[in-house]
């Protein structure tokens, strides 16, 4: 299994940085568009990319990454595109990739093949955000491990579970900061710090927050709660608005840059 994620942790920590993971939805409004982000969101200092496959009836999100996958759904990505998105973005980076897949995709495609095919794509990680650690059968049978890192969410509702679904933990621990669907937030939970510090008592694993991060003042004020931190709604809005106001991919990578100096500024990196 690669460890483009453990190593890229390692080297963060040498420096004392923190890891800045932005989501996009792969195909959204185009495949060249997320080729051109990724490209794009590694100048301007993303660690990780977390690149989400388009679902008709996404769960987790909220309103902006629900027009994110219509969007690519009606250009035409499908998981076999997907993959070959995925293999044209390794071409230009060797940052570590993670994708974002509801288990009915999986499931469809077939558990094992959709897997085979993301490691031979070159994805690094996998997180399947409706798929319980208490839930990993199927037809009565445990699922296999697949050949890429399965990242772990844990929210502040797992309360009694926090212990097991941490300890488990392989990649980073992605902590749901705040309940609900996806979105930017103007504030977070006031039972954000006990919650990570309960996260950090368990887990081995670097931890990573979102659900909720919409600004670069928000993202200071938080830094030190986590190893990482994961936006995703803010960026594909800003990506949004730059598309629709014919600014291309222009705002979001300024917006990710602002995120960037933000983390840095107390490491002596800006």
């Not at 897949?101 to 469809?108: A, E, M, S």
């Not at 392989?170 to 996806?182: E, R």
């Amino acid at each position: 299994m690669n460890n483009r994620i453990a190593h890229r942790f390692t080297s963060l920590k040498e420096t004392g940085r923190k890891a800045l993971i932005p989501f996009v939805t792969a195909g959204d409004p185009s495949a060249s568009v997320t080729l051109e982000m990724i490209t794009g969101l590694e100048a301007a200092g993303a660690d990780i990319i977390e690149l989400g496959m388009p679902y008709s009836d996404p769960l987790a999100d909220g309103p902006v990454l629900q027009r994110a996958a219509q969007r690519a759904l009606e250009a035409g990505m499908t998981p076999n595109a997907y993959f070959h998105l995925i293999k044209e973005a390794r071409r230009r980076t060797e940052l570590p990739l993670v994708g974002l897949v509801y288990v009915n995709t999986l499931f469809q495609y077939g558990w094992e093949a959709f897997g085979q095919q993301a490691a031979d794509a070159g994805m690094d990680g996998l997180i399947i955000p409706d798929l319980p650690l208490e839930s990993r059968y199927y037809h009565g049978k445990p699922l296999t491990p697949l050949p890429v890192t399965e990242i772990r969410l844990v929210a502040p509702t797992s309360k009694h579970r926090i212990q097991q679904i941490a300890g488990e933990a392989q990649g980073f621990l992605y902590c749901i900061a705040s309940l609900g669907v996806t979105g930017a937030r103007q504030g977070l939970s006031e039972n954000l710090i006990p919650f990570m510090e309960e996260v950090s008592r368990h887990s081995a694993c670097p931890t990573a927050l979102g659900f909720g991060i919409s600004s670069p003042e928000m993202i200071q004020q938080i830094r030190c709660l986590a190893d990482s931190f994961i936006v995703g709604s803010a960026l594909v809005a800003a990506l949004e608005n730059g598309i629709q106001a014919e600014k291309g991919v222009q705002p979001a990578l300024n917006f990710i840059r602002e995120l960037r100096e933000a983390l840095d500024k107390e490491t002596g990196e800006v």
